[in-house]
């Protein structure tokens, strides 16, 4: 009887979850290609890519062309000393002007170059943030999809516990109408297969939604159906990473530096503001002019100009030296911050670290007492059918080896997410 029993086990999953195959793989895959905060961040990261130009840092010149045309009629009356007078009406006027002007700042006190390498960092910082978005969401796909595989392994636990709850009854119904048993054993066999069949419903509610939060981080209709694998690989041989390695991987940390980094440019950009500034200004116009009254009736001018401009802030209401010392206090703040950070990122993956161990020791041992409690359970199932034992003794068993697979499973889930969290902390979720 027992031997059919796991027989029937092993049919269950293809029989309860015939819907489509979703791997851990393609459910990670399926987030990168489209979860809506990684397509976010990595829209902001091309962005700080596309501002990081030399033009945007003020190191190139700005030419602009203009141009235009004027025309109108005048009523014209001139009074000359000689006496003479000149009278038009309705006299035409013409003018054309076109011009292409050069500015171009040749000294700032070092302002373009400073803000050049801030734009360098600021798009570091964009790639670092999208690099944490990404090991963000995957951690959440991981520990998501762990808690649907956990949920479906309950979920078999459950039905374990079920067949077997049923095999128990249908023998004590079958001893009972043999009178070889009382008539309570059959009844609480069946109160047992009862409330199987109660946890049994609740687990696939449970499962229904741990595969809604799956389909969410995916970008997928949150009604889709999955069947997920039936056990997750895990890995129980990771090594700690030293401190220093862990702070040049860990993105959060990066983050914090590169704030760091553009904060103190952005402090020495602001005290770049006591200095002149050099300015080379260049033109080319045209002028054309043509007008029926007054002095001239032609006049047309064309050729190259240009200059240099120098400017010093002399006073401006203290503001310059009170937007650098800001500037300089900021700076000093994001230091503050990415010590703190690197502080707990340190204390995060002690804890993480300590986690995984007891993690991996609690898994093996679970592996010890599933076999136990599988053997114990053998001995009862064949007691209890030559009358050695009673429904009692037997229900406690069945319970045993139930918990015993939930725990195995539980142990395995705990495993799995403490392995994704020092990996997470790691950046070694996807390199």
């Not at 005290?271 to 009254?293: D, E």
């Not at 670290?353 to 993690?359: I, R, T």
């Not at 969290?421 to 950046?427: F, I, T």
Request: net charge neutral; charged share 20%; proline share 2%.
């Amino acid at each position: 009887m027992l031997k059919r029993l796991f027989i029937l086990l092993c049919c269950l999953p293809s029989v309860a979850f015939a819907q489509e195959l979703l791997t851990l793989d393609m459910a990670i895959q399926q987030a990168l290609k489209n979860n809506f905060d990684i397509q976010i961040s990595r829209a902001d990261a091309k962005q700080a890519e596309v501002n990081n130009t030399a033009g945007n840092a003020g190191m190139s010149p700005n030419i602009n062309a203009t141009g235009g045309v004027t025309a109108g009629t005048q009523n014209v009356r001139i009074d000359f000393i000689d006496g003479r007078t000149q009278r038009v009406d309705n006299a035409a006027s013409l003018n054309y002007n076109g011009a292409i002007n050069l500015n171009w700042t040749l000294f700032d006190g070092g302002r373009m170059f400073l803000r050049k390498k801030q734009l360098n960092v600021l798009e570091d910082a964009g790639e670092a943030r999208l690099k944490e978005q990404v090991q963000s969401v995957v951690s959440q796909v991981i520990q998501t999809y762990a808690m649907a595989v956990l949920q479906q392994q309950q979920g078999i636990a459950i039905d374990t516990g079920l067949l077997l709850a049923k095999t128990r009854m249908d023998l004590s119904k079958l001893k009972f109408e043999t009178g070889s048993s009382a008539k309570v054993d059959y009844l609480q066999a069946r109160v047992d297969y009862n409330a199987r069949q109660s946890d049994s419903l609740q687990q696939q509610a449970a499962l229904i939604a741990s595969l809604a939060s799956l389909n969410a981080l995916m970008g997928e209709d949150a009604d889709r159906p999955y069947s997920v694998q039936n056990e997750l690989e895990l890995d129980t041989e990771l090594l700690p990473e030293h401190k220093e390695l862990l702070e040049q991987l860990n993105p959060a940390l990066s983050i914090a530096k590169f704030n760091a980094e553009a904060s103190l440019l952005n402090a020495k950009i602001a005290k770049t503001a006591f200095m002149p500034t050099l300015a080379l200004n260049g033109a080319y116009g045209y002028n054309n002019t043509q007008s029926q009254s007054g002095f001239t009736t032609f006049n047309q001018s064309y050729g190259p100009n240009g200059g240099l401009t120098l400017s010093l802030p002399l006073f401006r209401g203290g503001n310059i030296r009170r937007e650098a010392r800001i500037a300089s206090l900021q700076a000093t703040q994001f230091k503050l911050l990415y010590d703190k950070q690197s502080v707990e990122l340190g204390k995060e993956y002690r804890i993480a670290w300590h986690n995984y161990k007891v993690a991996v020791s609690a898994y093996k041992l679970e592996q010890q007492n599933i076999e136990y409690a599988k053997e114990n359970l053998f001995i009862q199932k064949e007691r209890f059918k030559v009358g050695i034992t009673n429904t009692l003794e037997t229900r406690e068993a069945e319970n045993s080896y139930v918990q015993a697979l939930v725990r195995y499973y539980t142990a395995a889930y705990n495993l799995k997410v403490n392995e994704t969290k020092v990996l997470e902390l790691e950046g070694a979720l996807v390199k």
